[in-house]
């Protein structure tokens, strides 16, 4: 899978043109062997779903509320998101975790509601650099999934992606190494959690994602596809990363 994030950006105009472009790439470019979610703003969802379900691509929302209606001004349900034709929902981004204080245990129940609607979670963990450097990462990691997965919940309904928080709009990505070892603690806890097991998960890494450094990247073992913010923003950009699994 190699999901774009496209975070607080663009306007309408912007949306059906970037859309649009991506859509041509993949109608001349050839069908690349992976997934294709899309994630752009809420407002835009209900505009962009047509060219972007209309060219085989999945729409993916970048927060939903833990409840399905009521009082929640400035919030979109699960239902909402699956109304306008979303198929995922990106969950725990390290940017809400810091800029709206949401904790594992609130991330966890709008996992869970996301479950409830019939959407796809992508649920987001990661360490600070202070965290990475104090020997702390594989506890941090360990600790946000367990505190971010509901009790149900399958492989087959939740993706997991590694975000090193430091890594995220940087331009660093952490080394090989390190990313293959976090994908394989993240793939085993994952695995001891859930009685369904690990078979089938899907572990995507982001940060720093590029056109110049996915294919290093996507043939770490362990790397099932990307979460790709900044570069997703560019059609032709986030078409190399997709294409990498067409080479």
Request: charge should be negative; charged fraction near 25%.
């Amino acid at each position: 899978m190699v999901a774009a994030n496209w975070k607080m950006n663009g306007l309408r105009r912007d949306g059906r043109d970037l859309a649009r472009a991506l859509a041509r790439l993949k109608g001349t470019a050839g069908e690349p062997a992976c997934d294709i979610v899309v994630c752009p703003p809420a407002a835009l969802l209900f505009e962009l779903r047509d060219d972007l379900l209309g060219a085989g691509m999945a729409l993916g929302g970048q927060d939903c509320h833990a409840e399905d209606k009521g009082a929640h001004t400035g919030d979109i349900s699960a239902e909402l998101l699956a109304d306008c034709g979303c198929e995922y929902v990106i969950l725990g981004h390290s940017e809400r975790r810091a800029n709206h204080g949401e904790t594992s245990a609130l991330i966890s129940a709008k996992v869970a509601a996301a479950r409830r609607a019939g959407l796809r979670a992508i649920l987001c963990v990661g360490e600070s650099e202070a965290e990475r450097d104090a020997g702390r990462a594989l506890a941090v990691v360990g600790e946000q999934l367990r505190e971010s997965l509901p009790e149900a919940g399958t492989s087959a309904e939740i993706t997991i992606a590694y975000e090193p928080v430091w890594a995220i709009g940087t331009g660093r990505t952490a080394n090989a190494a390190d990313i293959g070892e976090m994908h394989m603690h993240i793939r085993q806890l994952f695995g001891q959690l859930k009685t369904g097991g690990e078979s089938g998960l899907r572990v995507l890494y982001g940060g720093s994602v590029k056109a110049e450094n996915a294919s290093e990247i996507l043939t770490i073992a362990g790397v099932d596809g990307a979460l790709v913010g900044g570069a997703s923003l560019s059609a032709e950009s986030f078409w190399n990363i997709c294409a990498h699994y067409g080479r």
